[in-house]
């Protein structure tokens, strides 16, 4: 066998092993579930070499400290000024390398990236905070602060030795974090939707029954419009009508009859007559029909101006009047059903308009889930999986 011939069977042997797992999204949970006990498995590998990273610190610390706070920086010959500042800032530097390790061993040690996070929050907080005190202590102690500073320092070479060896797993971690993530995203996405779709199918439901309910009330009238009492109640309505507009029309004929100058010319001295004249020649329909021109009559009485054919167009406009009076209609069933229909007419308008805003929440929804699937189809690659569409 040639050598090329070796490495395409050893290229052979690399696909064989790097094979493309498929799925379906309906099992990402059990694939999940599954690749997280491989990951723990890891996880926990990792964790250990921290964990025994912290346990080194603490312990190097406990002896730093202790022969810091055995330092008697009275014996040093300088300004006591300068010892006194030395003195303040190097025991506010012991309090914040104490609570710097103290806040380690109080990390929560289960999930290596969270840790790793954590121990570099906590490095930095400590850095800014101590950093001036740490300074003004190293103006007459060099050597023991230098020791702490180093330890510190190593711990943290140490760790992120651990992480580039282990570069892989915490790349796979952070992926697998956000697929967890995403896939937690979608199922709520989709929970809402559900919801969505509940909605729109409720106003469907409402605007069905409402649009029943219109027909049956449509249908009523039509049957309403056959009886004979509401032939008869039109027949009436029609002759009320009638009547009206003939009064209007013999209104009209008395106003035109009656000598408005003469009346002026009359009573133009006198204020409460002149103004009743001015009501009846600005609205005259509405001045008479106002107490059934009265006012007018007396005037024209005492005017003397009232003569046969005006008191004969007064009795029969006053018969007319009477007999408008004397009519009851009674109520239209019609029209309050058609107040009916105007109002769930209203009600389907706006439960389209519920449907509408629904609608585009679904939509949008619908996109973001898509976007999100694809997300997950990318980080999957990173595990070599694939999903069946």
Same mark, same amino acid.
């Given at each position: 066998?040639?050598?090329?011939?070796?490495?395409?069977?050893?290229?052979?042997?690399?696909?064989?092993?790097?094979?493309?797992?498929?799925?379906?999204?309906?099992?990402?949970?059990?694939?999940?579930?599954?690749?997280?006990?491989?990951?723990?498995?890891?996880?926990?590998?990792?964790?250990?070499?921290?964990?025994?990273?912290?346990?080194?610190?603490?312990?190097?610390?406990?002896?730093?400290?202790?022969?810091?706070?055995?330092?008697?920086?009275?014996?040093?010959?300088?300004?006591?000024?300068?010892?006194?500042?030395?003195?303040?800032?190097?025991?506010?530097?012991?309090?914040?390398?104490?609570?710097?390790?103290?806040?380690?061993?109080?990390?929560?040690?289960?999930?290596?990236?969270?840790?790793?996070?954590?121990?570099?929050?906590?490095?930095?907080?400590?850095?800014?905070?101590?950093?001036?005190?740490?300074?003004?202590?190293?103006?007459?102690?060099?050597?023991?602060?230098?020791?702490?500073?180093?330890?510190?320092?190593?711990?943290?070479?140490?760790?992120?030795?651990?992480?580039?060896?282990?570069?892989?797993?915490?790349?796979?971690?952070? !992926?697998?974090?956000? &697929?967890?993530?995403? *896939?937690? $995203? %979608?199922?709520? +996405? @989709?929970? #809402?939707?559900?919801? =969505?779709? /509940?909605?729109?199918?409720?106003?469907?439901?409402?605007?069905?029954?409402?649009?029943?309910?219109?027909?049956?009330?449509?249908?009523?009238?039509?049957?309403?419009?056959?009886?004979?009492?509401?032939?008869?109640?039109?027949?009436?309505?029609?002759?009320?009508?009638?009547?009206?507009?003939?009064?209007?029309?013999?209104?009209?004929?008395?106003?035109?009859?009656?000598?408005?100058?003469?009346?002026?010319?009359?009573?133009?001295?006198?204020?409460?007559?002149?103004?009743?004249?001015?009501?009846?020649?600005?609205?005259?329909?509405?001045?008479?029909?106002?107490?059934?021109?009265?006012?007018?009559?007396?005037?024209?009485?005492?005017?003397?101006?009232?003569?046969?054919?005006?008191?004969?167009?007064?009795?029969?406009?006053?018969? !007319?009047?009477?007999? &408008?009076?004397?009519? *009851?209609? $009674? %109520?239209?069933? +019609? @029209?309050? #059903?058609?107040?009916? =229909?105007? /109002?769930?007419?209203?009600?389907?308008?706006?439960?389209?308009?519920?449907?509408?805003?629904?609608?585009?929440?679904?939509?949008?929804?619908?996109?973001?889930?898509?976007?999100?699937?694809?997300?997950?189809?990318?980080?999957?690659?990173?595990?070599?999986?694939?999903?069946?569409?």
């Amino acid at each position: 066998m040639g050598f090329l011939d070796f490495l395409k069977k050893l290229a052979k042997k690399e696909e064989r092993e790097i094979k493309t797992e498929k799925i379906e999204f309906n099992n990402i949970d059990k694939w999940i579930l599954t690749k997280e006990k491989e990951i723990e498995k890891d996880n926990q590998k990792v964790l250990d070499l921290i964990k025994d990273e912290i346990d080194k610190i603490v312990n190097n610390l406990d002896e730093k400290i202790s022969v810091l706070e055995n330092v008697d920086v009275d014996k040093v010959k300088f300004e006591d000024k300068v010892k006194f500042i030395v003195k303040e800032n190097l025991e506010k530097y012991i309090k914040y390398v104490e609570k710097f390790e103290d806040d380690l061993e109080k990390l929560e040690k289960n999930n290596v990236i969270k840790l790793v996070n954590n121990i570099n929050d906590l490095f930095s907080n400590f850095q800014k905070k101590s950093s001036l005190n740490f300074q003004k202590a190293t103006i007459l102690i060099g050597k023991e602060l230098g020791a702490i500073r180093q330890s510190i320092g190593a711990f943290l070479t140490n760790i992120k030795k651990i992480i580039n060896k282990n570069k892989d797993f915490f790349d796979k971690i952070r !992926i697998f974090d956000s &697929i967890k993530e995403k *896939v937690a $995203e %979608k199922k709520k +996405i @989709e929970k #809402l939707r559900v919801n =969505i779709n /509940k909605n729109i199918e409720e106003c469907n439901n409402k605007i069905e029954s409402l649009e029943k309910e219109i027909k049956g009330i449509e249908k009523n009238i039509e049957n309403i419009k056959k009886t004979k009492s509401y032939i008869e109640k039109n027949k009436k309505k029609d002759e009320i009508e009638n009547i009206k507009e003939k009064f209007a029309k013999e209104i009209y004929k008395l106003r035109e009859i009656i000598n408005f100058k003469s009346l002026t010319n009359f009573y133009h001295s006198f204020e409460k007559e002149m103004n009743i004249i001015k009501d009846y020649k600005k609205n005259f329909r509405g001045a008479f029909e106002n107490n059934n021109g009265k006012e007018i009559i007396q005037l024209l009485n005492e005017s003397k101006l009232i003569n046969d054919s005006l008191k004969n167009k007064i009795n029969e406009i006053l018969e !007319i009047k009477q007999e &408008i009076d004397n009519f *009851v209609l $009674e %109520k239209d069933e +019609i @029209e309050e #059903l058609l107040e009916k =229909i105007k /109002k769930k007419k209203i009600e389907i308008e706006n439960l389209n308009i519920v449907k509408t805003k629904e609608k585009k929440k679904d939509e949008k929804f619908n996109k973001n889930i898509i976007k999100i699937t694809d997300f997950i189809k990318e980080d999957l690659n990173g595990f070599n999986v694939e999903i069946n569409d």
